[in-house]
């Protein structure tokens, strides 16, 4: 089975400055997916960046990057230049994409809320 | 575009009292998707569907039943509520396929248990 950690409850930056949010991951697999969601006050799950397994380039989407460590099984995010609206909850999600067995189910970890400061 | 859209989005339940979560959506995604949502322990997977009249178990299916009469539908049922069920439960849906796309998920449903 799958598990998805990120040991950082809570993490806080300063408006303008970069943030990294950790994930690791546990897996047998060598065919999957790994996401980072945002889950701002209204709840709502936005998709922020993602990552395949079998790409070695880290994603990048804007101010949001990842560094992906596939030996390592680490998935972080980065934050540059963080803004007041990036405060939310974000989650690190798994999906093994083996063929059609995973039937899109996501494994989350347990999420990091950021705070920006003005 | 609706998406994914739950109904009810708040709700307060007497321990005991029954209810039923309703999520739509609109984009013909084959799978479907309950997740609940605690604090400091993540998203997880209550049950799922991977068409029409067919569920599964995920990973806390206890307490819940759900159904998929229609592809477009997906209920979440407590027959008898617990104050362990005082949760933000979220739906989502996604493609059948060799190759994962992506999840939309509803705005969740935050349900408390007295």
């Known amino acids: 089975a799958q598990t998805v950690t990120q040991s950082q409850p809570e993490m806080s930056v300063q408006e303008a400055e970069t943030v990294t949010l950790s994930c690791t991951y546990d897996?047998?697999?060598?065919?999957?997916?790994l996401f980072w969601y945002k889950q701002p006050p209204s709840r709502q799950m936005i998709l922020v960046i993602r990552?395949?397994?079998?790409?070695?380039q880290n994603a990048t989407e804007n101010r949001f990057s990842v560094n992906f460590q596939k030996a390592a099984k680490s998935f972080s995010l980065k934050i540059s230049d963080s803004q007041l609206g990036d405060t939310a909850m974000y989650s690190c999600?798994?999906?093994?994409?083996?063929?059609?067995?995973?039937?899109?189910?996501?494994?989350f970890g347990q999420g990091t809320i950021l705070t920006v400061h003005p | 575009n609706a998406g994914v859209t739950q109904t009810p989005k708040f709700r307060v339940l007497k321990t005991g009292q029954s209810m039923t979560l309703l999520c739509a959506q609109d984009?013909?995604?084959?799978?479907m998707y309950w997740y609940r949502q605690d604090p400091g322990m993540g998203l997880r997977l209550i049950h799922y569907?991977?068409?029409?009249?067919?569920?599964a178990k995920g990973e806390v299916p206890d307490g819940y039943n759900v159904s998929r009469l229609k592809k477009q539908n997906f209920l979440l049922g407590l027959e008898s509520a617990a104050p362990s069920q005082t949760s933000v439960y979220f739906c989502?849906?996604?493609?059948?396929?060799?190759?994962?796309?992506?999840?939309?998920f509803g705005q969740g449903t935050r349900l408390t248990v007295v």
């Open positions: 989502a849906s996604s493609s059948a396929g060799t190759t994962y796309t992506e999840a939309f």
């Open positions: 897996t047998s697999e060598s065919n999957y997916y």
């Open positions: 569907s991977v068409g029409e009249g067919t569920t």
């Open positions: 984009m013909n995604h084959e799978y």
């Open positions: 999600a798994f999906i093994n994409n083996a063929g059609g067995t995973s039937y899109g189910k996501l494994t």
């Open positions: 990552q395949e397994a079998y790409k070695q």
